[in-house]
């Protein structure tokens, strides 16, 4: 998709920006946020490029809930953004055709250029920016600022590129996708930490964005991330019912390595279950309380790096320099 | 209610004794141990006593919601309990009325002897116990045996006899009252730390009640509490919408010392607001995500101690001795 805004030519300027909170209403540093920079945007204005603050799931924000009918952020599939408009539509799917009205549409060249797409976790991730591809130059090399901007804190980066595991996110709107991780938070929860985690990875975000805009050259760049392998279910009874706990062991371990025979499960009739994959792999969202329903204890990470193809510089940029 | 049964003879034996978990159905390590303990009880089986693990909101449960149209936990008031039958009454106030049937009906001599209601918080509490009175000799022995027998870890005792903010709560229905709140654990979690605190604490009260109908004789007891002094809401605009958040100084830092002008929240427009007490007091359930609705976001207590009258037999032993 990013393919024809790219080329011998660079990137086009990443002019129309906008912040997503709450397209998980419970999720309470993006809902904080956006609805602070609705009220006073100085902190997220940057010279040229229009930053835009929205909530995007207002019903499940109000009440205090991940969703109405269905889950907003796995809802931007093709056919959900194609299905007539009908009386009985989920909740959020008729929201995701708005969103996909007001930032889109998904995959033209009229979308908006970058979306940042604010959540929260209950699990030990700390701030994890998640991308969708491991091709786009314009997000390695912004994450690529973001990591060197917040040192020594730091910034794990997640890719979600897997071809099963992968799903519609609100953000796919946009041309450059990032979702932006914090946690540890519980649902409903405002804790001061978690919040300014996220408010300084945006921050150096915008700041990325606006130099580039000004025309400052990125020279090529290699991006530690860690890629989606698989998703691990909690043990279950022959009813389906759980049958176990994360393991003390395993739990608040995010991105810490895993390896064949140590323990991830504490049974509840006593016994351990052991880690029965045969390589060292890196676990998180290890026990979101979001994702019981989706029946996933954790999702397993490998460790990559990714580099940009090559320095990265606008369009206007590179004319000037002809 | 527990003097009609005291007195120069002592206490009867508590016979009967009820575990309710999801009186809050999102609140996980009461489902989880209940749930647990409906299939195989023996982990609760105690000589001389009836125990009965028990779903105090099954629905809620069921949806990992706190309630379904309004808080079980607050819902065991005379006028609730005595509303006549009718469709339009919200599912906890039926729900409550069951649960009085069937465990009490409360303030009767009919009523259950015991009831413990698990509950988690996303607050830094850890194991807490929550009294109602301040008169019940039964439970200041139980939880001077429960601290005892734990240590070195910890067990606070909360006592909310509050002549306002004490509320209607489930475990009213029974002679002896005693909320078990455990944390800092997210909603719809179990987490396996969480998990075996509230293990723990319930096995040494079983174990209590086990002795104490076995007859041993428990000499006056002196124990140090909390006492619910007051509700602090969080900072509100003119509007009525929060502006601000517990400050990181108090965040975590529930039972610890707070002293007049130390930080209590961080203002979003960067102002710090300051403890104005006169006094130092104990905050606890500081950032409860489910009190963010009830407008508090912690709770003021003052330290106390409180004296068993006497020493604690039941009827049978003192019969024996005369
Ligand atoms: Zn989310
Ligand atoms: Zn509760």
Redesign the pocket.
Known sequence: MTSCHRGAKGLSRAERVAIFGG??GN?MSGVTLVKLWLENGVEIRRRGVEVTPFIANPRAVETCTRYIDSDL?RAFTTENLRAPHCEDLPYEVRRAQEINQIFGPKGSQDAYDVIFDL??TTSNMGGTVILESTQDDFNLQMVHYIQSAIAPASCSVLVNDHPVLKYATTRSVAKHALGLEVGPQPQGVVRGDILEIMRKILKHALDFIELFNGGMEFPPCTVDVYRVSERVDYPRDECGNISGLVHPDLQDRDWEPLNPGEPIFQMFDGRTMLYEGDSTVYPTFINEA?YYEKRQAFVTTRKDQLESSKELLHQTSINRRL
Chains 1, 2 share one sequence.
Do not use: I, V
């Open positions: 397209s998980h999720e952020n959540h929260n979001a």
